[in-house]
Nanobody, 119 residues
Framework: QVQLVESGGGLVQAGGSLRLSCAAS????????MGWYRQAPGKEREFVATFTRSGESTYYADFVKGRFTISRDNAKNTVYLQMNSLKPDDTAVYYC????????????WGQGTQVTVSS
């Protein structure tokens, strides 16, 4: 069992930055690809970024490449999502996830944190 708790969401103007944090507990990083998804109003949840299970590589959705960076602190069991050059289209609830493999639907989801980007 893995528990994921996100924080760091909020309201920001277009062009601004936010850093999301995800504190993991339970059976943590080992054995899971830790990542982020998001869900905008009226849309389906979509993949944003992830580590591989080993934590050695990262993958990003095309729409965030060059703007978002996923990172981790293994000692703190925490995953981060640094979001720069934010756009109104980035407005969504952001979820921290733990997947058995990259590309596989996550087994665990956090409760989500709201990010709102104003124009």
């Amino acid at each position: 069992q893995v528990q994921l708790v996100e924080s760091g969401g909020g309201l920001v103007q277009a062009g601004g930055s936010l850093r999301l944090s995800c504190a993991a507990s339970g059976r943590t990083f080992s054995g899971y690809a830790m990542g982020w998804y998001r869900q905008a109003p009226g849309k389906e949840r979509e993949f944003v970024a992830t580590f591989t299970r080993s934590g050695e590589s990262t993958y990003y959705a095309d729409f965030v490449k060059g703007r978002f960076t996923i990172s981790r602190d293994n000692a703190k069991n925490t995953v981060y999502l640094q979001m720069n050059s934010l756009k109104p289209d980035d407005t969504a609830v952001y979820y921290c996830t733990a997947s058995p493999l990259v590309g596989v639907r996550p087994d665990y989801w956090g409760q989500g944190t709201q990010v709102t980007v104003s124009s």
